[in-house]
């Protein structure tokens, strides 16, 4: 008798917790984090310099957060101003975070060394040619740079980048969406074929 008293008072208990089963699945985004991914006024302070004011995304959180920084746009007659951007904007990607910025719990997945170029013959004038092809690269590299350049002066008049590797390979346009910026690692970057 005392054993299904308590089974009905433990069942009791656990119907009335106030949440319902559902039968679909749901996705409330990432779950919380006792990081802070955000700096301090200080600390963004002391990283302005000279130089170009830009915004990168970095990873926290399992997510893209903007980080404001300035960049030097390195003089190369032999590039486009678009090319050089995107490749300062890269570069500034592969830096080591600050200390403020670690403390703040951001990294980043992109590598250095990957170097950027202009369109080959027969590609769209806004094309970046990367040193590596972009699908070699990690999702969230690639969500990094895509998300980075679209929302620079190297992205093309309706904020998408159209990217591929070295020599004849590929060409596809990526787009940067809230949805990839707060879950990079599972949503693939919109992307289309360029002909």
Do not use: N, W
């Amino acid at each position: 008798m005392r054993a299904a008293a308590a089974t009905a008072v433990l069942a009791a208990a656990l119907a009335g917790c106030g949440i319902r089963s559902t039968e679909v699945p749901t996705d409330f985004g990432p779950a919380p984090s006792r990081v802070p991914c955000v700096m301090s006024g200080s600390a963004i302070a002391s990283q302005s310099g000279s130089g170009v004011p830009v915004e990168v995304f970095l990873v926290c959180a399992a997510q893209l957060v903007a980080v404001d920084r300035t960049v030097r746009v390195h003089e190369d007659k032999a590039a486009t101003d678009r090319v050089r951007i995107a490749q300062a904007l890269l570069d500034e990607l592969a830096a080591p975070p600050s200390e403020s910025e670690k403390q703040a719990g951001l990294a980043t997945d992109v590598r250095g060394g990957v170097r950027v170029s202009g369109p080959a013959d027969g590609d769209p004038e806004d094309t970046l040619r990367f040193s590596t092809p972009p699908e070699d690269l990690s999702a969230f590299a690639l969500a990094q740079i895509v998300c980075t350049l679209a929302d620079s002066a190297a992205a093309a008049e309706d904020q998408t980048v159209i990217m591929g590797g070295p020599g004849d390979d590929p060409l596809r346009r990526y787009s940067c969406t809230p949805e990839v910026r707060s879950r990079p690692g599972t949503v693939a970057l919109p992307t289309k074929t360029v002909e």
